[in-house]
T-cell receptor, first 111, second 116 residues
Framework: GNSVTQMEGPVTLSEEAFLTINCTYTATGYPSLFWYVQYPGEGLQLLLKATKADDKGSNKGFEATYRKETTSFHLEKGSVQVSDSAVYFCALSRRGNKLVFGAGTILRVKS | EAQVTQNPRYLITVTGKKLTVTCSQNMNHEYMSWYRQDPGLGLRQIYYSMNVEVTDKGDVPEGYKVSRKEKRNFPLILESPSPNQTSLYFC???????????????FGNGTRLTVT
């Protein structure tokens, strides 16, 4: 079946550090891939997505590239801010199938 | 403002006392879904609905009921809550089932339920 594996957290970084959160997936065919972010006390919101191989999704300085050869969709940001502290979820979906989420990675950014 | 509204935000109850968590969306979305979020497990789908009067089980439906009598509302019912249903619950919606694989889910702000 379809599944998503994310790196365990929490990830703790200093402000302006480089961020990578790893995400790998297992799926048949060609899923769409997503990163959702959950700020404290809020629901999840879409951060970025990619719908086919080699697509790069980007938003708010975050980027992730759909790598079919390595079945990965790692989230990166060049310089994190305290306001980026949140829980990040990698997810996949295929046409006619529900969205499947990873376990989530807590990011803590210190000033 | 387009939104998914859940109520209540916090709920503490006792084992066996029936409760309902309400969910309403104002975007005319056809597809709605309930999730529970537990540490280390991510989000797991409880039930979903593709349209009015069409509902189906997700991954963890035991102990829950839903109904979809109107397009905008999708309440979650726990008829006899137990402590293992203590969790953070989210309602979500998207335009329709067909586009849900490729378009964002819109989430409510969550309901934190504690069953003692």
């Amino acid at each position: 079946g379809n599944s998503v594996t994310q790196m365990e957290g929490p990830v703790t970084l200093s402000e302006e550090a480089f961020l990578t959160i790893n995400c790998t997936y297992t799926a048949t065919g060609y899923p769409s891939l997503f990163w959702y972010v959950q700020y404290p006390g809020e629901g999840l919101q879409l951060l970025l997505k990619a719908t086919k191989a080699d697509d790069k999704g980007s938003n708010k300085g975050f980027e992730a590239t759909y790598r079919k050869e390595t079945t990965s969709f790692h989230l990166e940001k060049g310089s994190v801010q305290v306001s980026d502290s949140a829980v990040y979820f990698c997810a996949l979906s295929r046409r006619g199938n529900k969205l499947v989420f990873g376990a989530g990675t807590i990011l803590r950014v210190k000033s | 403002e387009a939104q998914v509204t859940q109520n209540p935000r916090y709920l503490i109850t006792v084992t066996g006392k029936k409760l309902t968590v309400t969910c309403s969306q104002n975007m005319n979305h056809e597809y709605m879904s309930w999730y529970r979020q537990d540490p280390g497990l991510g989000l797991r789908q409880i039930y979903y609905s593709m349209n009015v009067e069409v509902t189906d089980k997700g991954d963890v439906p035991e102990g829950y009921k839903v109904s979809r009598k109107e397009k905008r509302n999708f309440p979650l019912i726990l008829e006899s809550p137990s402590p293992n249903q203590t969790s953070l619950y989210f309602c979500a919606s998207s335009q329709d089932w067909e586009s849900s694989y490729n378009s964002p889910l819109h989430f409510g702000n969550g309901t934190r339920l504690t069953v003692t």
